[in-house]
């Protein structure tokens, strides 16, 4: 299994960027994709999930209402719409896929629970 994340770069804030994630590999009808991030020196955190069969989506509070997390089936690919991107957005972003349904959406936030890993994209946002 692969995941190749891609579309970081540098922004100026209140900028935009789209990240994606292109699984490889497998099937993925039944998994959960979520994205992390992780800035220098801080601990990775968790920003968005989506499950592959029923669209459901979580978010985390810092980046609610302005990052949106999509898939295209048919491209094995997910997506990471930045909208009104901040400095303190700026950080390394992770592709993660986690086998299994997630009944409960919070979970998607634990990042123990993923099996795959994609590489990271920069993501650099000035202000």
């Known amino acids: 299994v692969q995941l190749q994340a891609s579309g970081g770069g540098l922004v100026q804030a209140g900028g935009s960027l789209r990240l994606s994630c292109a699984a490889s590999g497998r099937t993925f009808s039944s998994y959960v994709m979520g994205w992390f991030r992780q800035a220098p020196g801080k601990e990775r955190e968790f920003v968005a999930g989506i499950s592959w069969s029923d669209h459901s989506t979580y978010y985390a509070d810092s980046v609610k209402g302005r990052f949106a997390i999509s898939r295209d089936n048919a491209k094995n690919t997910v997506y990471l719409q930045m909208n009104s991107l901040k400095p303190e957005d700026t950080a390394v972003y992770y592709c993660?896929?986690?086998?299994?349904?997630?009944?409960?959406?919070?979970?998607?936030?634990?990042?123990?629970?993923?099996?795959?890993w994609g590489q990271g994209t920069l993501v650099t946002v000035s202000s």
């Open positions: 993660a896929a986690r086998s299994g349904a997630v009944s409960f959406l919070p979970l998607m936030a634990l990042s123990g629970r993923y099996d795959y």
